[in-house]
């Protein structure tokens, strides 16, 4: 009998038996699997190279290689693709990878010789040497006079070194890159910009390409690079952002890759723009986000992968990451932003917030990274002389300001009706439908356009003009030329036909205009601040005020084109106390200044002293400071005719604010408009409503309000009115208003 210590050896050694024999079939059948995996893709390889599907193909040979990097038919495989293609190129590069992965030396000096052979004579290397002189022969002087070098700022580091203490996108604009490019034996100059301008959540500083022709320096196009919403935004934490070029055979390419980290998500994207010789144009533009239980990934706009609420929606990846990878292979492109280095990068930005609570607030750093040496080459440029027509203030040439001032109240009015004009949203004039602008059309048969945009005649309800001049008038308008046949939303507003367009000419509808208030120019681009008018049969109002940005163009028939338009916030709601010197008493009669704000036509403020009130005042006060630009007002007792003829009304008033500025107004029967000392302007009804424009219908009464507008923007914290001037009534002296509306 064994005893139980022999027993206990054995069983342990039975039990190490098992484990190994385990291990050594889980081995085997890991490795079987592999190299049934292995084999599926070669075999996958060889039927897409059958179909000459050389792309897919490739797709399958390298999945073999990752799956096994040390046998040796996957390599092979892929040289004899890349002969097929005559990529000679990279088909020396496999055959180097195949040789130190599996060291069948004997298997690749074979492909290699078969390779020299087949390849034609390599060109002899570049002379990187005689590279760069021809770079320092460029006429880099000209470029800095004729291109976006002459207009921005080259982009630091610096400026990406910020703190703030607000929820404010920090503007960057500026050159980040410049360099010169040969392509079909011409010479090319590209540059790459960050500039300003609105993103879908308020500011947004965008990358551009810009690519002009080296012999005269006419612009080829200026292209946005990706779609990224912002870079160096306050609600991030960091960003990464690069740019490669790819000279292939056909094409350039410039390639932008994106990082964005947000607070609870991420962002990636990556876009392609090509240039062929004739047109630069974007080629791919590809995103992907992650967050919360969310994942898009998108290929031109269309949806490619999508994950929402746990489930999949669109695609067949096991996940965003694998479906953006694939989607980046398909275009031969790197995995991520780390491996743009392998290619030709010309700039990189990183920027990252260093203490922040995701409210805006806090500290930010960034860096910029340029491999082109336009900073070296600024440094060598010669100071351009200050040219004080270029920057500054800005006054708008009266040649031109009929017709601009027609053509954009009309367009502010058009946007308007269409419900896409609301405060604080800039609206890109050339990236409206062209049926938009050909709405405007009927704006030709006003007087101002006549001489400037000539019919060929006139039948009935119709004016007819030559395509050439329906061309100009779009041109004029939005600084871009006409793509195709221009039509507008309501069908019979313009027609085409026989080459002619058919315009409906429409007598009576209101008038638009705007008052040019102030205005900054900078380069070519003035931004100015704008207040709209209206004018009908009988009133003229002020219709709010709107930021409109203009582009300075001697080919304009306005002498400028319509960039943007954006409506100022309204500060009427901020000023929610007012008060009087003194109130009229009456029974049955409630007259006091809290009447002036109850948006009813039918009561009314009424001075209380004797006489009609010269010297009384009514004071209205806000929370904070406010912009204000003028006041409408409802002057005299305008419930019926016969109250506004018995009562009192200002003839003249005196403003004062918190800032200090004192203005003044002076009101004449049926004023419309008339210039006056420091730029004050007013209009003064003597025909009043309709009996009965009480709260219910205070949308349509406060057309008929008059109004004041300051000529300038006041920041202030009250606004004081003084009566200066009075009108008696037919029975009565009390001097009445019945409104008072800031805006």
């Not at 570049?126 to 760069?132: A, G, I, L, N, V």
């Not at 320096?217 to 609600?235: H, K, T």
């Amino acid at each position: 009998m064994k005893s139980r210590k022999a027993r206990s050896i054995l069983s342990t050694l039975l039990g190490l038996l098992c484990l190994f024999l385990a291990g050594i079939g889980a081995y085997l059948g890991v490795q079987i699997s592999q190299v049934k995996r292995y084999e599926e893709q070669i075999s996958l390889g060889d039927k897409y190279l059958e179909e000459l599907d050389y792309e897919n193909a490739e797709i399958a040979y390298r999945k073999a290689v990752e799956i096994s990097e040390k046998r040796e038919s996957s390599y092979v495989k892929l040289t004899v693709l890349y002969i097929e293609q005559e990529e000679y190129e990279k088909a020396a590069q496999i055959i180097e990878e195949g040789r130190e992965q599996t060291g069948k030396e004997e298997v690749f000096s074979d492909l290699q010789q078969q390779v020299e052979e087949l390849e034609p004579s390599r060109e002899p290397e570049e002379d990187t040497s005689q590279k760069e002189e021809e770079k320092e022969s460029f006429d880099w002087e000209r470029a800095f006079e004729k291109t976006i070098l002459s207009e921005l700022e080259l982009l630091t580091s610096e400026d990406l070194n910020y703190s703030t203490s607000s929820s404010v996108y920090y503007h960057q604009s500026g050159v980040i890159s410049a360099d010169i490019v040969e392509f079909e034996g011409k010479t090319y100059l590209y540059c790459i910009y960050l500039a300003a301008e609105k993103g879908n959540a308020g500011w947004a500083n965008r990358f551009h390409l810009v690519l002009y022709r080296g012999e005269d320096f006419s612009q080829v196009g200026d292209v946005r690079l990706g779609e990224m919403d912002y870079f160096g935004g306050w609600a991030l934490r960091g960003q990464k952002a690069a740019v490669m070029l790819r000279e292939e055979e056909e094409c350039l390419q410039w390639v932008f890759g994106g990082y964005t980290e947000y607070w609870e998500s991420m962002g990636q994207e990556t876009a392609v723009v090509s240039f062929d010789g004739g047109e630069l144009k974007k080629e791919l533009i590809l995103t992907s986000h992650e967050g919360g239980n969310e994942s898009v990934v998108k290929r031109n706009g269309e949806e490619v992968y999508a994950y929402y609420d746990e489930q999949l929606q669109t695609g067949t990846a096991a996940s965003g990451a694998e479906a953006y990878a694939q989607e980046l292979e398909r275009e031969h492109l790197p995995e991520n932003l780390e491996a743009f280095g392998q290619e030709k990068e010309i700039c990189r930005l990183e920027y990252t917030a260093v203490q922040t609570d995701g409210t805006g607030s806090g500290s930010y750093t960034g860096t910029v990274t340029d491999h082109t040496g336009l900073a070296g080459r600024l440094e060598g440029k010669a100071e351009p002389e200050q040219n004080t027509e270029e920057s500054g203030d800005y006054e708008m040439p009266q040649e031109h300001w009929e017709m601009l001032s027609f053509m954009t109240g009309q367009m502010i009015n058009m946007l308007d009706y269409k419900g896409m004009i609301s405060e604080g949203t800039e609206v890109g004039i050339a990236d409206l439908p062209q049926e938009y602008i050909g709405e405007l059309a009927p704006c030709l048969d006003e007087f101002w356009m006549r001489e400037a945009f000539p019919s060929l005649r006139m039948d009935g309800a119709y004016a007819y003009y030559e395509e050439s001049v329906i061309r100009s008038f779009f041109r004029s308008v939005t600084g871009v030329e006409l793509d195709g046949i221009l039509k507008a939303d309501q069908e019979m507003t313009l027609t085409f036909d026989n080459g002619e367009y058919g315009i409906i000419l429409a007598d009576g509808a209101p008038l638009y205009t705007v008052r040019y208030l102030e205005g900054i120019r900078q380069g070519d681009t003035v931004t100015a601040l704008m207040e709209l008018l209206e004018t009908g049969n009988t009133v003229r109002t002020s219709a709010g005020c709107y930021q409109v940005k203009y582009g300075i163009d001697p080919g304009s028939v306005f002498g400028h084109y319509l960039i943007s338009v954006e409506k100022l916030p309204d500060p009427d709601g901020a000023f929610s106390e007012i008060s009087a010197s003194s109130t009229l008493a009456e029974a049955g009669q409630d007259h006091s200044p809290a009447v002036l704000r109850d948006h009813d036509m039918t009561t009314a403020w009424a001075e209380g002293v004797d006489g009609t009130g010269v010297g009384e005042t009514i004071r209205i006060s806000a929370q904070g400071v406010q912009k204000v630009h003028g006041i409408r007002l409802g002057l005299g007792f305008l419930k019926d005719q016969g109250l506004l003829e018995r009562n009192g009304r200002p003839a003249a008033l005196h403003f004062a604010f918190s800032d200090g500025t004192e203005l003044d107004a002076v009101f004449e029967p049926d004023l419309y408009g008339v210039e006056m000392k420091e730029g004050v302007q007013a209009s003064y009804h003597v025909t009043p409503l309709a009996a009965g424009y009480g709260a219910d219908r205070w949308e349509l009464a406060q057309g008929y309000l008059d109004y004041v507008s300051f000529g300038q923007e006041i920041e202030t914290e009250w606004i004081e009115i003084t009566i200066t001037d009075a009108r008696a009534g037919t029975k009565y002296e009390d001097t009445c208003i019945s409104e008072l509306v800031v805006y």
